[in-house]
């Protein structure tokens, strides 16, 4: 059974930085060949793309808001894919998703079928 485990969301104030990670396992495949993708949530909006890597670390993609104060990274030796997050504002309060897919880089949501249950992030001002 796949499993996808977000971890290192809290609560901090405006400026500060987290780090998130997320842990898989029971991938049908080995964890280098899928493409992992963060995605966020707000109550009444819909879930929205955040970052994704590629299978090798290579390539990454981010979106327009979090560039220059979001990084999402690898380690395939540990089966974890992180977003190091800093310079947080109150806007980028949610709950964060880590999802998996094969084939190329995307930011659409709906190529994702894996996805972990999400850890909440709030910030304050």
């Known amino acids: 059974q796949v499993q996808l485990v977000e971890s290192g969301g809290g609560l901090v104030q405006a400026g500060g930085s987290l780090r998130l990670s997320c842990a898989a396992s029971?991938?049908?495949?080995?964890?280098?060949?899928?493409?992992l993708g963060w995605f966020r949530q707000t109550p009444g909006k819909e879930r929205e793309f955040v970052a994704s890597?590629?299978?090798?670390?290579?390539?990454?993609y981010s979106a327009d808001s979090v560039k220059g104060r979001f990084t999402i990274s690898r380690d395939n030796a540990k089966n974890t894919v992180y977003l190091q997050m800093n310079s947080l504002t109150p806007e980028d309060t949610a709950v964060y998703f880590c999802?998996?897919?094969?084939?190329?880089?995307?930011?659409?949501?709906?190529?994702?079928?894996?996805w972990g249950q999400g850890t909440q992030v709030t910030v304050s001002s």
């Open positions: 029971g991938l049908t495949f080995r964890f280098s060949l899928y493409v």
């Open positions: 890597i590629s299978g090798s670390g290579g390539d990454t």
């Open positions: 999802a998996a897919k094969m084939g190329a880089l995307s930011y659409h949501r709906s190529e994702y079928y894996h």
